[in-house]
T-cell receptor, first 114, second 110 residues
Framework: EPEVTQTPSHQVTQMGQEVILRCVPISNHLYFYWYRQILGQKVEFLVSFYNNEISEKSEIFDDQFSVERPDGSNFTLKIRSTKLEDSAMYFC????????????FGSGTRLTVV | TQLLEQSPQFLSIQEGENLTVYCNSSSVFSSLQWYRQEPGEGPVLLVTVVTGGEVKKLKRLTFQFGDARKDSSLHITAAQPGDTGLYLCAGRSGTYKYIFGTGTRLKVLA
């Protein structure tokens, strides 16, 4: 069964450092997303990406965050200067159509900022 | 701000019992999804409901979307220990994103 792959599974970084979280969405999907889940809290939408541009972003997705699809397969989330409160599970998701019946999440990257 | 409230927050039941989880909002959603999430893993999509009043069945799981598309329920018949997990509803907000509910943590005891 097709899956969304995220790397690394766990990243520890110093406060103020830049991190890049990587995702390989399902190959024929068109819509890509990043969500995050702070420990014990609900899943929160960060950003959606379609047709090589950001289609929507939340208030969490400030100037410290950026996304990129550098080639035909990877989808990355960059945090420029990490803060302690950025510690969370970050999930990538992809979707083949607008209604979402093929919405698929990756297993996540646990980011710990120390 | 669109919010999805789930109830109950926690549920612990014996194997073989039936249960219902509710997902409520004051907002209308064009579609709604249910997920199950295991610890340390990403949410796994169970179902997407699109039409008000729609009922979908997935083995022992029955999902219903409210007529007004503001609420949904998940009913599990004869729960099994393998059903243990965090159940999340998510409503489609706009074109591109889903708003997640607060979650229901289910534990089924053997």
């Amino acid at each position: 069964e097709p899956e969304v792959t995220q790397t690394p599974s766990h990243q520890v970084t110093q406060m103020g450092q830049e991190v890049i979280l990587r995702c390989v969405p399902i190959s024929n999907h068109l819509y890509f997303y990043w969500y995050r889940q702070i420990l014990g809290q609900k899943v929160e939408f960060l950003v959606s990406f379609y047709n090589n541009e950001i289609s929507e972003k939340s208030e969490i997705f400030d100037d410290q965050f950026s996304v990129e699809r550098p080639d035909g397969s990877n989808f990355t989330l960059k945090i420029r200067s990490t803060k302690l409160e950025d510690s969370a599970m970050y999930f990538c998701a992809s979707n083949g159509g607008e209604q979402g019946p093929s919405y698929t999440f990756g297993s996540g990257t646990r980011l710990t900022v120390v | 701000t669109q919010l999805l409230e789930q109830s109950p927050q926690f549920l612990s039941i014996q194997e073989g019992e039936n249960l219902t989880v509710y997902c409520n909002s004051s907002s209308v959603f064009s579609s709604l999804q249910w997920y199950r999430q295991e610890p340390g893993e990403g949410p796994v999509l169970l179902v997407t409901v699109v039409t008000g009043g729609e009922v979908k069945k997935l083995k022992r799981l029955t999902f219903q979307f409210g007529d007004a598309r503001k609420d949904s329920s998940l009913h599990i018949t004869a729960a099994q220990p393998g059903d243990t997990g965090l159940y999340l509803c998510a409503g489609r907000s706009g074109t591109y994103k889903y708003i997640f509910g607060t979650g229901t943590r289910l534990k089924v005891l053997a």
